[in-house]
Nanobody, 122 residues
Framework: QVQLVEFGGGLVQAGGSLRLSCAAS????????MGWYRQAPGTQRDLVARITSTGSTNYADSVKGRFTISRDNAKNTVYLEMNSLKPEDTAVYYC????????????????WGQGTLVTVSS
């Protein structure tokens, strides 16, 4: 019913920048929150940043001051601006959203994107 499609991953040198975007589509009534998680090989998937429908944000300590999350509610899209990238930021980045759909208007469904690889070289 709902799809999340991510764009913007790739290879960048340490100190560089990348911008990820994630667009939600489907029978959407509302998106309560959107966010980004990341998973490096052999590790668990961890929250990077999240933003609510009213614009409240929270970030992992490791990215505060370097990453900025934003969203365009009209386009059902969330962005992650990543600056001053470090090799330890290398991971697959997953888009995540809490979505209310037409067929289930009293529930928030959690949806995941397919992931996009970010590689930061030293």
């Amino acid at each position: 019913q709902v799809q999340l499609v991510e764009f913007g991953g790739g290879l960048v040198q340490a100190g560089g920048s990348l911008r990820l975007s994630c667009a939600a589509s489907g029978n959407i009534v509302n998106i309560n929150f959107m966010g980004w998680y990341r998973q490096a090989p052999g590790t668990q998937r961890d929250l990077v940043a999240r933003i609510t429908s009213t614009g409240s944000t929270n970030y992992a300590d490791s990215v505060k001051g370097r990453f900025t999350i934003s969203r365009d509610n009209a386009k059902n899209t969330v962005y992650l601006e990543m600056n001053s990238l470090k090799p330890e930021d290398t991971a697959v980045y997953y888009c995540n959203a809490g979505v209310v759909v037409i067929s289930a208007p009293y529930r928030t469904l959690e949806v995941w994107g397919q992931g996009t690889l970010v590689t930061v070289s030293s």
